[in-house]
């Protein structure tokens, strides 16, 4: 296989783990939530979007920093689930907006400082 294949194998099994910590935290905002059930999910987020940045790197340093002249199905797939976790994240972001149990969070932050 490939040094290119391999990063984007890399990069496709770091994108299923953050679109299923996605939709977990997706599925979390329909409810009454507790801060504690929100975090950990989030860091996990968190670490995941780093370790895909890095990975990023790595693959256009091995495409010679024109990956957009890699063509492949690996790549294709990568683009799809990029798409896929868009989506998901947007509709956790709205979650996240139209929550009361979220804003009454943000209130509870405000009175604490």
Known sequence: MRKEEQILAEMEKILHELIFTDEKLCDLTTQVIAKE????LQQQQEKLLQELAKIDAKFKKACKGKPEKYDSPSKTRISEL????????????QNLK????????????????
């Open 37 to 40: 059930e929100l975090a950990p």
């Open 82 to 93: 990029l798409d896929h976790f868009q989506k998901v994240n947007a509709t956790f972001i």
């Open 98 to 113: 139209n929550s009361k149990g979220i804003i009454q969070f943000e209130e509870e932050k405000k009175k604490k400082k």
